[in-house]
């Protein structure tokens, strides 16, 4: 409504005269705080450093002649510096009259403001584990503000930890695991300076299912944009595909470059059959790819001596084929036994010498794949939408193509580091994965091939098994 041309419905102008800048130190301002005529949320108060107001005085000091103030002049100093132009003649009017530089300082500069409310730390420890996995429960239980909560969570105060189940381990279990990264050191140096084998020879297979899509999927959208669509018939039956990876450790020349990539393949369980109808997309009789739903060990052997091997055989490097081959595989029922005599004719065939192991019950982080190499791959599998067993194929084929050499190479140093963890835990698995800042080291031409063992270690290892 207009009343002699005044809009009532508007806000009445700001009178910022009447607004004073902040008196206290800057560590004492709480940018929460906010000023409006009701109390509420509204526009922040600004802290002016000593250093900024004395600045702007003596630069008003150097354009004019006290104590007038000429015109123009609080414009051109509030430009340069940034500030609000009355607060330029404010800085003006606090000097003139309050003895100078002295005058324009800040006033209030202990206890002053908002008083911090601290957390106690012991607080949160005592708190049962399962009263602290959302911040409503961790402020029920402590008695405090979920925003003073969260604003301590973000300065650093306590950290946010996703905990996921590992496997039950016996204590044969944990002696096996020491025994198992003893025997990977070099035998030569153990007496005084032992280090990992740099395991050249040891190839790791594993199997991985691969989803066409995720129950749930993060996408960042724009504000106006809509939510995608995604369908499926069943969230209990998304289309899947079993694959057998099978790596080695890459090679390098003294140049750094890669002279072997360690990726000798990775292989579908599918198969192919005649379409048994008609439809719009085939004709009936077209060979269509389908995943196959169970594996058995006979299919794991077929696998190894008609797939595995002959890639090895195909990829291996010609100068190290004299050496012994290990392939390291997990405990899975579905795996055969390192003596299967089918096994053994083709792994000795032609003059070879290629052996199956497998590796310690119940330790993921004893296998590069499960360790580092299938998450990279998913990550890259993830970047795109296939819509078919086909394509997911083809898209796992290609992640799996793609995958940084020199990223692969760092799993094998990982995993020497995890086998130190392992030792120093007595065979346990709680422990978190070391960080040895290898990609730095990598840049700076001085990433080992292998990791030292500290000799009291090794021995603290060897006094564990007896």
């Not at 969230?235 to 072997?260: H, Q, S, Y």
């Not at 053994?344 to 296998?367: E, F, Y």
């Not at 998913?378 to 020199?406: H, M, S, W």
């Amino acid at each position: 409504m207009m009343h002699d041309g005044l809009d009532l419905n508007a806000e009445p102008p700001i009178d910022w005269d009447e607004i004073s800048e902040w008196e206290g130190p800057a560590y004492e301002l709480d940018y929460d705080l906010v000023w409006t005529d009701e109390g509420s949320n509204g526009r922040m108060r600004r802290y002016y450093s000593d250093e900024l107001k004395i600045a702007i005085y003596l630069e008003l000091l150097a354009k004019t002649d006290p104590p007038v103030l000429h015109h123009g002049v609080s414009r051109q100093v509030a430009e340069k510096f940034g500030v609000p132009r009355l607060v330029v003649q404010r800085i003006w009017r606090s000097g003139q009259d309050y003895g100078g530089i002295t005058g324009v300082k800040n006033k209030l500069v202990r206890n002053c403001g908002r008083k911090r409310i601290e957390l106690d730390m012991e607080a949160i420890k005592a708190v049962p584990l399962s009263q602290r996995t959302t911040f409503q429960d961790l402020d029920n239980a402590l008695g405090v503000k979920k925003t003073m909560l969260y604003n301590r969570y973000r300065e650093g105060y306590f950290r946010r930890h996703t905990n996921d189940l590992k496997f039950s381990l016996t204590d044969e279990n944990k002696k096996a695991r020491v025994r198992y990264c003893l025997s990977m050191l070099q035998a030569l140096y153990l007496d005084n300076d032992p280090s990992f084998k740099p395991l050249y020879n040891v190839i790791y297979i594993d199997e991985k299912w691969f989803y066409r899509t995720r129950r749930n999927q993060k996408y960042y959208l724009a504000n106006d944009e809509e939510r995608p669509h995604r369908e499926v018939k069943s969230k209990n039956f998304i289309e899947k595909v079993m694959f057998l990876a099978v790596v080695t450790r890459p090679r390098f020349d003294e140049n750094g470059n890669c002279i072997f990539d360690g990726k000798l393949d990775i292989f579908p369980f599918t198969y192919q059959e005649p379409a048994k109808r008609w439809s719009r997309n085939r004709d009936r009789g077209t060979l269509i790819t389908k995943a196959m739903t169970s594996v058995k060990k006979e299919h794991s052997r077929d696998f190894l001596i008609n797939k595995v091997l002959p890639a090895i055989k195909a990829k291996w490097p010609a100068e190290e084929r004299h050496m012994p081959i290990f392939i390291q595989q997990d405990n899975a029922r579905t795996h055969i036994a390192v003596d299967d005599p089918a096994f053994v004719a083709a792994a000795q065939a032609d003059g070879w010498d290629i052996r199956l192991t497998c590796q310690q019950p119940n330790s993921p982080d004893l296998n590069v794949l499960d360790l580092g190499f299938f998450a990279a791959i998913q990550a890259l599998f993830e970047r795109g939408t296939p819509n078919n067993i086909d394509q997911i194929v083809a898209k796992v084929e290609k992640a799996f193509r793609e995958y940084p050499v020199d990223r692969a190479n760092r799993i094998f140093l990982t995993q020497q580091g995890c086998m130190m963890e392992i030792m120093k835990h007595n065979g346990g698995q709680h422990y978190d994965i070391p960080h040895m800042k290898k990609k730095y080291l990598e840049m700076q031409g001085a990433l080992p091939i292998s990791l030292k063992c500290p000799v009291d270690l090794y021995n603290e290892a060897v006094q564990f098994l007896h």
